[in-house]
């Protein structure tokens, strides 16, 4: 079965400090996209990232970086010198590239609480 | 951003009512999805769209059902709504096509039912 786990339900740190947000997939297929949104307080949904399975290579945008380990079915996401403003939660997300299926699998989110 | 609005953004309503919620895009995407938000659960999707008239379930569609008559409507009904309908509700688009795209999601609406 296919899978996302967000081990960390909650984060605290205090403003300025990196913080790591970690993401584990299962699955047998051998391509696919994996993806982070941020839920602010005020509710909406934010895309923040889309990487293929083909893709190995880290993205930085920012003050955000993604790690994309195919080895270990990791896709982490680091903010550096975080801010209160980065307080939501986040979601991680797989999306199989096989067949029509064209359903999200999420993971459960990590809420941050960055505090100042 | 991508243009999507959702109405009504707030709903309370009794067990037993009727409900219908409705998301809007401007972006003339192929595929539309409702979701529901619930603590504990994260997202599940109730139904989507792949075109006017087409619409296929999710992991949740028991006790709703979904409409599609125009491109950039995609409504979603409660029949008769429960207390466990309770969420907050999500619309999502994507332009869909040969490879898999990014979802984009609308404001939300949050429906409680007493």
């Known amino acids: 079965a296919q899978k996302v786990t967000q081990a960390q339900t909650e984060i605290s740190v205090v403003e300025k400090e990196d913080v790591t947000l970690d993401c584990v997939y299962e699955?047998?297929?051998?391509?696919?996209?994996l993806f982070w949104y941020k839920q602010p307080p005020s509710g909406e949904l934010v895309f923040l990232i889309r990487r293929n399975s083909f893709d190995e290579q880290n993205e930085i945008s920012g003050r955000y970086s993604w790690n994309f380990q195919k080895s270990t079915s990791s896709f982490n996401f680091t903010i550096t010198a975080s801010q209160v403003v980065d307080s939501a939660v986040y979601f991680c997300?797989?999306?199989?590239?096989?067949?029509?299926?064209?359903?999200?699998?999420w993971g459960l989110g990590t809420s941050l609480a960055v505090n100042p | 951003d991508a243009g999507i609005t959702q109405s009504p953004r707030h709903k309370v309503t009794e067990t037993g009512t009727p409900v219908t919620l409705r998301c809007h895009q401007t972006e003339n995407h192929r595929y539309m999805y409702w979701y529901r938000q619930d603590p504990g659960h994260g997202l599940r999707l109730i139904h989507y769209s792949y075109g006017v008239k087409d619409t296929d379930k999710g992991e949740v569609s028991d006790g709703y059902s979904v409409s599609r008559s125009k491109t950039e409507d995609f409504l979603l009904t409660l029949e008769s709504a429960t207390s466990s309908q309770t969420s907050v509700y999500f619309c999502a688009i994507s332009p869909g096509g040969g490879r898999a795209d990014t979802q984009y999601f609308g404001p939300g609406t949050r429906l409680t039912v007493l």
């Open positions: 997300a797989f999306f199989p590239n096989a067949g029509n299926n064209r359903k999200l699998i």
């Open positions: 699955t047998r297929d051998t391509t696919y996209y």
